[in-house]
């Protein structure tokens, strides 16, 4: 199946930093990714559905300034979460259709932020 | 109602045994119908993905949809201890370009040697 490319996998930061993980598709273009959060023994939470070269869509809810979206190429798309707080502590995991616009979804290695 | 209910276990079966996996939604025009599996703090990976009522059967699992009783179940078959993960029931709908995806919460599933 597809790959997508998750990094990094795990990091840890201080209160009040920013802090970017970056979501790529390999071997093939995606023009649109999807970004969830994902809680301890909680459903994946979609956060904002990443467009390329347009504004992301965020979810009710979904604060846009504290988790910038940017996908600026067809095989790149990053979430930026900005002024973290121990609270934005989770599993963050993002997602891309398959090529083709395919109707599976390829999920990236998922990226563990703590916030201390 | 929650769109997707998925029991979130934990399940916990001998190596060997057949295990039952289950969701039921409540949106009808669920058209696509995928499970996940998840292992513990990585991305989920695609396991199986159905169109539609029926069948499908991909070595030791078994993927069903009943459209009915707004109902699908994966099943393995002779399980493994490597099959212990979370497994992510997900839906999305028909047509256009949205590809958003519903998931049920996850069931733990721990396969004991």
């Known amino acids: 199946g597809a790959v997508v490319s998750q990094h990094p996998s795990r990091v840890i930061c201080k209160s009040g930093t920013s802090v970017k993980i970056e979501c790529r598709s390999l071997?093939?273009?995606?023009?649109?990714m999807f970004w969830y959060r994902q809680f301890p023994k909680k459903s994946l939470m979609l956060m904002a559905t990443s467009n390329e070269g347009s504004k992301a869509t965020y979810e009710q809810g979904v604060e846009k300034d504290k988790f910038l979206i940017n996908h600026a190429s067809l095989t790149l798309s990053t979430l930026t979460v900005t002024s973290a707080h121990p609270e934005d502590s989770s599993f963050y995991i993002c997602?891309?259709?398959?090529?083709?616009?395919?109707?599976?979804?390829?999920f990236g290695q998922g990226t563990r932020l703590t916030v201390v | 109602q929650k769109e997707v209910e998925q029991d979130p276990g934990p399940l916990s079966v001998p190596e060997g045994a057949i295990v039952s996996l289950n969701c039921t939604y409540s949106?009808?025009?669920?058209?696509?119908f995928m499970w996940y599996r998840q292992y513990s703090r990585k991305g989920p990976e695609l396991l199986m993905y159905?169109?539609?009522?029926g069948n499908k059967e991909d070595g030791r699992f078994t993927a069903q949809v009943d459209k009915s009783s707004k109902y699908i179940s994966l099943f393995i078959r002779d399980s493994q201890p490597s099959d212990s993960a979370t497994y992510l029931c997900a839906m999305k709908y028909s047509g256009g370009s949205n590809y958003k995806l519903t998931f049920g919460k996850g069931t733990l599933l721990t396969v004991n040697p």
């Open positions: 949106n009808s025009a669920f058209q696509y």
């Open positions: 071997d093939f273009q995606a023009t649109t």
């Open positions: 997602s891309a259709p398959g090529p083709g616009g395919g109707t599976e979804a390829f």
């Open positions: 159905t169109y539609s009522s």
